[in-house]
């Protein structure tokens, strides 16, 4: 079972950057994938960008396409979450999960940490 943590979040105007982080723990050899997911209030919890957990493959979500970048630092079994070109609507709490099986699919993600705030203002 893999734990994990996100750190990074913070408030920043539009057009603004911020780097997510969220580092891992535990056993990880089962695992194929790390992804990033964001909850507004009100909101259903929504996929914003996966890595496989060599850190070989990625995909994103359309919204953010060209704009985020997700990258993994395997030596401090850390995953990255690059955000430029900010939006107010990325405003959201940011999730870490992990999930086995197929990393082509966006469903089957667990292990979530305790999310970490970012906010954008106009």
């Known amino acids: 079972q893999v734990q994990l943590v996100e750190s990074g979040g913070g408030l920043v105007q539009t057009g603004g950057s911020l780097r997510l982080s969220c580092a891992a723990s535990g056993r990880s050899f089962s695992y194929s994938a790390m992804a990033w997911f964001r909850q507004a209030p009100g909101k259903e919890r929504e996929f914003v960008a996966a890595i496989s957990w060599g850190g070989a493959s990625t995909f994103y979500t359309d919204s953010v396409k060209g704009r985020f970048t997700i990258s993994k630092d395997n030596a401090k079994n850390t995953a990255y979450l690059q955000m430029n070109s900010l939006k107010p609507e990325d405003t959201a709490v940011y999730y870490c999960?992990?999930?086995?099986?197929?990393?082509?699919?966006?469903?089957?993600?667990?292990?979530w940490g305790q999310g970490t705030q970012v906010t954008v203002s106009s």
């Open positions: 999960g992990a999930k086995r099986g197929l990393f082509t699919e966006t469903g089957g993600y667990g292990n």
